[in-house]
């Protein structure tokens, strides 16, 4: 007969004996979390920013987070125009702990693996302390802001009674730099000590050009040169000076620049230079009368102006002055001498001409201030009355090919050129011999002879824009 063996169901012992060890595990898990309060608290094995907060609040490791980065946190302000402004830790808000409790695992199963394994978090303070940094500016701007004032740049003044520019000295504001200053709360906070000086921070807003500036005191140097200056104008005996100072006026300084600018267009049109041309021009310009001339040989002599009346260029003398630029008047070595055009030259101021020494019987041409030509020559006949008379005298014109007539003579000439009424510079080739003391035995009637060589040189080079000089020198 055959059994039937009957199996009966159910854990075996092994398995009741390990679950029964996992619940006694979990009871005391929960037991432990609960006493622990682990849902407010960090795993094992957990590092923020590198510190250990194994099983921390996170509160706490917020204060202590703090505590590391800002131990700075009683300190004074001090700041321009006001009385310092103290800053004490309860003028930051903590509330920045959120920011910590985020990192906080909400899986309470994470603890249990936290035994096997490391947890690294890392945050930025930047936002805590950027929060601190506008609470303390906020404050800031309350104790400093009513009595912010912007600083001055320093600038040039003119003193008329002295005629000279001096530099007025930048002064000092209160305006803060905001970013400035967020930057220098931020480095104090975090690695500075005792109070916070502002001023030494460089957070205001200070001028920006300074009494000691380079540019500065270089331009009040040339400024000052350029109205001290004095464009001397000579001529003979004279002396005439145009004042620099008169254009001060038209010289102008951009904003933000060191160059001068000197608008000599808008003082011509205002007629500056017209008028000193115009006094120049009634002081200078010939009346006729007797002028001083410098001869070949340095000598002086007194010489008249007959039908030579020495006529200054007034608008070229006015244009030569408005042409004279900022830096030729404010030169260092003073401005250039002044340069006086002319339509017809002053005697001492010739130099196109032709000298006539007739003591010495000698002619010598002048173009540009250069000697072209020196000659001998014959001049009036003393013997008989007909000495050359001495004078400056304007060249009459030129003729080719002439007979000149007298009541006792007929002479054929080729290079004519009248100066005095019928008095003239000619060749005259019946001579063989010039210069000496021919003229006072056997001169001529008053003309000027001269060799052919000459007069051809002499008719091919003047115009009438060369004066004719004759004299005689004073008797020893």
């Known amino acids: 007969m055959q059994t039937e063996t009957k199996k009966r169901h159910g854990l075996p012992g092994a398995a009741i004996g390990a679950l029964g060890v996992l619940g006694a595990l979990l009871v005391l898990y929960v037991g432990f979390a609960a006493w622990l309060r682990i849902d407010g608290r960090f795993p094992f094995r957990t590092t923020l920013n590198g510190r250990d907060i194994s099983l921390q609040r996170a509160l706490d490791v917020q204060r202590t987070c703090m505590d590391g980065y800002y131990p700075n946190m009683r300190f004074e302000v001090d700041g321009r125009g006001a009385a310092p402004y103290s800053v004490t830790p309860l003028s930051f808000d903590f509330s920045e702990a959120e920011r910590v409790v985020s990192f906080l695992p909400h899986n309470m199963l994470t603890w249990p693996a936290s035994l096997f394994r490391d947890t690294e978090y890392t945050t930025s303070d930047g936002s805590a302390l950027d929060k601190l940094a506008q609470h303390i500016e906020a404050d800031c701007a309350l104790v400093y802001g009513s009595r912010s004032v912007a600083a001055e740049n320093a600038y040039l003044a003119y003193d008329a009674e002295s005629n000279r520019f001096r530099i007025v000295p930048d ?15 931020k480095r104090h906070i975090l690695y500075g000590s005792g109070d916070l000086d502002l001023e030494a921070a460089g957070v205001y807003y200070d001028a920006e050009i300074r009494s000691d500036s380079v540019e500065l005191v270089t331009l009040c140097n040339r400024l000052n040169r ?33 160059e001068p600018i000197y608008d000599a267009a808008a003082a011509a049109s205002d007629g500056l230079f017209d008028l000193f041309a115009a006094e120049l021009a009634a002081e200078l310009d010939s009346k ?7 001869t070949h040989d340095g000598a002086i002599v007194s010489v008249d102006e007959r039908t030579w009346r020495s006529k200054l260029d007034a ?7 408005a042409a004279l630029s900022f830096d030729d ?22 130099t196109n001409y032709v000298e006539i020494d007739l003591t010495n019987q000698q002619l010598i041409l002048y173009t540009d201030g250069e000697t072209i030509l020196e000659s001998p020559i014959v001049s009036g006949c003393t013997a008989q009355g007909h000495g050359t008379p001495g004078g400056a005298f304007k060249l009459d014109g030129k003729y080719r090919n002439v007979t000149l007539r007298g009541p006792d003579y007929a002479s054929f000439v080729r290079y004519w050129m009248p100066f005095n009424r019928a008095i003239g510079m000619h060749d005259a080739s019946w001579r063989s011999r010039f210069g000496g003391t021919i003229y006072r035995y056997n001169g001529s009637h008053g003309c000027i002879n001269l060799p052919h060589d000459a007069a051809e040189t002499i008719f091919n080079t003047i115009d009438d824009s060369y004066a004719v000089v004759c004299y005689w020198r004073p008797a020893a």
């Open 226 to 258: 350029f109205a001290a200056a004095e464009i001397v104008f000579t001529e003979g005996g004279m002396t005439k000076v145009f004042p620099a100072r008169k254009l001060l006026p038209y010289v102008y300084v951009s904003p933000g620049s060191f």
């Open 315 to 321: 608008a070229g003398t006015s244009a030569a002055l």
């Open 288 to 294: 006729g009368g007797a002028h001083d001339f410098i």
């Open 171 to 185: 002064t000092d504001g209160t305006m803060i730099d905001g970013e400035k200053f967020a930057a220098a709360l």
């Open 329 to 350: 008047i404010a030169a260092e070595d003073g401005p250039p001498a002044g340069r006086l055009v002319w339509e017809k030259a002053a005697l001492d101021a010739l």
